[in-house]
């Protein structure tokens, strides 16, 4: 089945019609799969048969604990990038030894939290990190397991805001500047060089790029176990791609085949991370339209989700396809679908072609990642409710913001 499919003219997730959810949790409102999640989850597992490896949920992509626990039930691991996501991976029930610590500016705290939850591994991304996570870890008596994050300077011929290991890029260490950098965590009392981590952005829908960047990694693999420092994991990060419009990303086994086979004999545990393409298709963002406003050169169907809920189009200009809940009857036009929000970047979609009418609820398509996870509170708006459907039940798994709750914390000045 389907997660999101028509039913006598009506869209509906699972079994649950997607009118009903409007009217019984308001708009904006994200929409989540249970059934979509999961069967995402076993294409990765699948995939791995027969090989020693472990996904980890990229947590960035959406951190709902109702989603961490879809993926915690199901043995995942998890990829986080700041102390708050690790709170909310236990929170849910993830293992700490299933954990991964990425991110280029970890605090000491945060280092600290790490090494007190008992982590799978930090990946670490400069020399100065390194530094810090040794003394870190030795003042607590421990040895932090790390691995050092490469960026083997591949185009992945994406987005470049999502472009993550090329030279120019914030992350990770250069690949002819990695080698030296192992031999000096070999020196050192307060960190155990575990595997080593590459990731080199995120939406891509080619194979080439990740296999590029495999063979620069597996080259300095085997020049560390030549020199006696032997690795137990290969983490090759995440980024594949989903569909959003026309694009045509491998599938989960095609993608990792090639992987594999370059992996070869070697004994490494393989460790993913994948993220948009366990949750990007399992969501969709629900809004409604409030105004048809025709102009002398453009039609604006103003809704009443914004770019506070949903960012993407804005920030990478970012397709979604939306799409009527239930059909209307009246003629089509070319709208461009906009927000309230007082900026002229406020907008969900351009140059659609629609067939709409005030009030008409309204799908933003494959919104499951970096939607409410990238959400603000920009022009004092509360972020959206979020539901989750398990076959044929709605559950509110995050209430809706009230506007109270956003100054709650603020304070006027005495008099």
């Excluded at 100065?128 to 932090?144: C, D, K, T, Y």
């Excluded at 009418?357 to 972020?383: C, D, F, H, I, K």
């Amino acid at each position: 089945m389907k997660a999101f499919a028509r039913h006598v003219g009506v869209l509906h997730a699972e079994s649950v019609s997607l009118e009903t959810v409007a009217r019984q949790f308001g708009t904006p409102c994200y929409v989540y799969s249970r059934a979509a999640l999961e069967a995402a989850y076993r294409e990765f597992q699948e995939a791995c048969a027969g090989r020693d490896a472990l996904v980890c949920y990229a947590v960035k992509a959406n951190s709902n604990l109702a989603v961490l626990d879809v993926f915690a039930r199901l043995g995942s691991g998890f990829d986080i990038v700041s102390g708050g996501e690790l709170t909310r991976v236990l929170a849910a029930g993830g293992r700490p030894e299933r954990i991964l610590f990425s991110g280029v500016g970890k605090s000491e705290a945060e280092i600290r939290q790490g090494l007190a939850a008992g982590i799978l591994c930090f990946n670490v991304e400069s020399r100065g990190e390194l530094q810090r996570l040794n003394a870190v870890a030795a003042s607590m008596g421990r040895r932090a397991p790390m691995s050092l994050r490469v960026n083997p300077d591949v185009d992945p011929a994406t987005h470049p805001y999502i472009a993550t290991g090329l030279r120019e890029n914030k992350f990770g260490i250069a690949a002819d500047e990695a080698l030296e950098l192992y031999r000096e965590a070999a020196r050192m009392g307060g960190v155990q060089a575990a595997g080593i981590d590459c990731h080199i952005g995120s939406q891509l829908t080619e194979t080439s790029p990740f296999l590029e960047a495999l063979d620069k990694v597996l080259e300095l693999v085997d020049r560390l176990a030549t020199e006696g420092i032997r690795l137990e994991h290969l983490d090759i990060g995440g980024g594949l791609g989903i569909r959003y419009k026309d694009e045509s990303p491998p599938s989960v086994r095609d993608y990792l085949a090639g992987l594999l086979a370059r992996l070869g004999s070697r004994p490494l545990k393989l460790i993913l991370e994948p993220g948009r393409s366990l949750v990007g298709n399992a969501g969709v963002l629900l809004t409604r339209v409030e105004y048809l406003k025709h102009g002398p050169d453009k039609s604006f169907a103003v809704v009443d989700a914004a770019m506070n809920d949903l960012l993407r189009p804005a920030l990478y200009q970012a397709w979604h396809d939306i799409v009527p809940v239930a059909e209307a009857m009246g003629p089509a036009r070319t709208y461009d679908v906009v927000g309230p929000v007082c900026e002229t970047g406020d907008w969900l979609a351009r140059e659609r072609e629609l067939r709409l009418e005030p009030g008409q609820l309204l799908a933003v398509m494959s919104a499951g990642a970096y939607g409410m996870s990238m959400s603000s509170n920009y022009n004092t708006r509360p972020r959206a409710a979020e539901v989750m459907i398990d076959g044929a039940s709605a559950w509110l798994v995050r209430e809706r913001e009230t506007v109270e709750s956003l100054y709650g914390g603020e304070r006027r000045l005495p008099r």
